[in-house]
């Protein structure tokens, strides 16, 4: 595990776009992800936000968020299209290498398998000359796509060099599948994943999205150990992509952002830390 390959999601900071921009920096974060809404609700204009973002020493990630795209048909399938079309252009922009999908959550989305893959190798063929992957991601709270093992049956089913997976680890614990869940998923089809702990004792409790309310930064909460263990066998696997930390928390967004990037740089050196403790032994074979 590379700690450059660390990341912040701005999501997890209040302030504005500069004021975050600049407390990733200056916490030693080298890359962030960036949300559409950070640009186009910028006070002086969409064109100023991607310029901050372009002037910033910071490589953006990957663009955050398409949602309730594949199995919509009719004329909001086009309209679908059409907002999946300019969120490329927004990738294009800031030079984001990488547009997240999240599974629909829409109550009225026929769970239809095919409909769902030919949707994706639509999505994956628009961004290929934009030099744009599309990483799809599975939500609890997904009518249709709603596990990690039938999000990857949905991207192998595409079978397309430019989609892969988006792993969130938050999601993966809570669903309470065992690791091997994972082992079934090339390394290369592996395109983000994003790490977070809860902050609460009764999580398998908690309502489907409000549990995300409950995030904290990894090594803060009750899940460390299990996450500690996700880490490591996301390694073990061969993953040597990229990590972002996205955690909601309202006692975060009610604080400085400069002091939130400096929570979460001390948890990029926790997560390393449970890797490396983990490699130690295997260094000393003979």
């Not at 309502?207 to 995300?212: P, R, V």
Request: hydrophobic share 45%; glycine share 8%; charged share 20%.
């Amino acid at each position: 595990m590379n700690r450059s390959g660390f990341g912040i999601d701005l999501a997890c900071m209040a302030g504005s776009l500069e004021e975050r921009l600049e407390a990733a920096e200056n916490a030693g974060f080298t890359q962030i992800m960036l949300w559409a809404r950070d640009l186009a609700h910028h006070p002086a204009g969409y064109r100023t936000a991607v310029r901050r973002v372009r002037e910033s020493r910071l490589h953006v990630t990957g663009l955050q968020l398409m949602r309730n795209y594949e199995g919509v048909n009719g004329p909001s399938h086009e309209h679908k299209l059409d907002i999946a079309k300019a969120l490329l252009d927004v990738c294009a922009d800031v030079g984001a290498p990488l547009l997240l999908v999240r599974a629909s959550a829409a109550v009225d989305a026929p769970h239809n398998l095919e409909q769902a893959e030919t949707d994706l190798r639509k999505l994956a063929n628009l961004a290929v000359p934009v030099g744009v992957r599309i990483g799809f991601k599975a939500i609890p709270w997904s009518r249709t796509i709603h596990t990690t093992a039938q999000a990857w049956e949905l991207v192998s089913r595409v079978g397309h060099a430019n989609l892969g997976l988006v792993l969130d680890a938050f999601h993966f614990i809570r669903g309470g599948l065992p690791l091997e869940e994972l082992n079934a998923i090339p390394p290369h089809k592996i395109l983000l994943v994003q790490l977070a702990d809860c902050g609460v004792q009764v999580f398998h409790e908690l309502g489907q999205k409000e549990g995300d309310q409950h995030r904290v930064f990894p090594g803060d909460g009750v899940l460390h150990e299990q996450l500690a263990a996700f880490v490591r066998h996301v390694d073990w696997l061969g993953y040597d992509g990229d990590y972002s930390l996205l955690v909601f928390n309202e006692d975060y967004q009610q604080l400085p952002a400069r002091a939130v990037a400096q929570f979460a740089a001390r948890s990029t050196g926790w997560v390393n830390n449970q890797v490396l403790r983990r490699r130690l032994p295997l260094s000393l074979k003979p």
